[in-house]
């Protein structure tokens, strides 16, 4: 019951806290890194050009997609190997690691498929 109370105060004290610190955040909300100007965030400075923000924003989601597909892959040949020698479940387990290679496979691609669409085809202006 102590502790409760205890949790409720702790939490009611770091609420009021972080409410007193957003006016002083608020006054250093551009940051400038070269000529991009960016955004301060909790992430750190987010560039507010389109470019930037999404060369800012490849290499994570890239990351967040190599570590899914290996997550998979693992779970598909821990089922696989837990599958006794029935076929329907090495089935399911072999397509489960064809989905996760297939899925990285798209996603190392897509840059290219984005370049060759936007660039190469439509020939729009600003994305090189």
Not at 14 to 30: D, E, G, K, Q
Not at 86 to 93: E, H, M, R, S, W
Not at 103 to 121: A, C, D, H, W
């Amino acid at each position: 019951m102590i502790l409760a109370k205890i949790a409720k105060v702790v939490i009611i004290v770091a609420m009021l806290w972080s409410s007193a610190m957003t006016p002083a955040l608020a006054v250093n909300a551009f940051c400038q890194k070269g000529s991009d100007p960016q955004v301060n965030t909790a992430l750190g400075c987010v560039p507010v050009k389109v470019d930037s923000f999404v060369i800012w924003l490849m290499p994570p989601l890239f990351g967040i997609a190599g570590g899914i597909s290996f997550l998979l892959m693992v779970y598909g040949f821990f089922l696989m190997s837990t599958s006794s020698g029935d076929p329907k479940a090495v089935q399911g387990a072999w397509e489960t690691i064809t989905s996760a290679i297939s899925g990285l496979l798209v996603s190392i691609f897509s840059i290219f498929l984005l370049r060759l669409i936007t660039v190469g085809i439509l020939k729009i202006p600003g994305i090189n």
